[in-house]
């Protein structure tokens, strides 16, 4: 199924309902999940590859992740010219060469990410030259070799986001963006990183992280943040964004139950 875009469409995540991924990684009726590539700042030049959901929350619920690859080539001028106010988020390249190192790109996150690539060509035409087919077949072989190799994230930097945490915002809230995809997207040019659900935080290996950022922690209970501080151990730093534990959906020494309106500690 095509789901979980929590960290691409931040501001409408509620109301296209993709805030249960944590529930659908625990069906044993699914074995691989779908997204397309973010369209956030996705362009060749100064952009980057950047997935929409938290790829290393997957892999602990063994899950696998087809990326969908959907930019449009060159021949969109050809294609859909219609569709020309969409051309920065379909990431339009202007020659073939340019559409092979988009592909490549989008190839090389994959690989380090141990996830699948699937080739969408959206409106029809947009792989009809043969520089392109050629870079596909290359990409066939790369990938098959990769197959057997252990791809293992070496990440030492995480991001932490809580599903949750988007209902304790105003709705369609600009703030969203701000703290999940404009930050993920950023690091990308800074180290490589790993991406967990909060409520998967129990059961992940923090050993070889350095570094930990919380995106939208906005709400807290008690168990959650008794795990954060744990986790702030062994040289690893924590940096929290806007608002960490402002709300606490927890029970209160003694036992009384917290208002969820009343800031946490």
Known sequence: GFYGYLLEFADLAEDAGHLGLHRLMRSPDVDFIMTPSSYYRRELKGGQSTFRLPVLSLALHRKMLWNDFDPASFKFYDRAKELEQWKGQLAVTDTPEEFTWMIRRELGNALANGVN?????????????????????????????????????????????????????????????????????????????????????????????????????????????????????????????????????????????????????
Not at 144 to 152: E, F
Request: with cysteine.
């Open 117 to 265: 690539v699937a080739h969408f060509d959206l409106h029809g035409g947009y792989y009809e030259d043969p520089r392109i087919l050629e870079c596909i077949g290359q990409e066939a072989q790369l990938r098959k070799d990769a197959s057997i190799r252990d791809r293992t994230s070496s990440a030492q930097v995480l991001f932490l986001v809580d599903e949750d945490s988007f209902h304790y915002v105003t709705f369609r809230n600009t703030i969203l963006r701000r703290v999940l995809v404009e930050q993920v997207a950023e690091m990308a040019f800074v180290a490589p990183y790993d991406v967990l659900l909060l409520s998967d935080l129990a059961i992940a290996d923090l050993d070889r992280y350095r570094f930990v950022i919380v995106l939208n922690a906005f709400n807290l209970d008690d168990a959650q943040r008794s795990l954060l501080r744990e986790s702030e151990r062994d040289g690893r730093h924590i940096l929290w964004l806007y608002a960490p534990g402002y709300f606490s959906s927890g029970p209160e020494p003694g036992g009384a139950e917290a208002d969820s309106s009343t800031p946490g500690t």
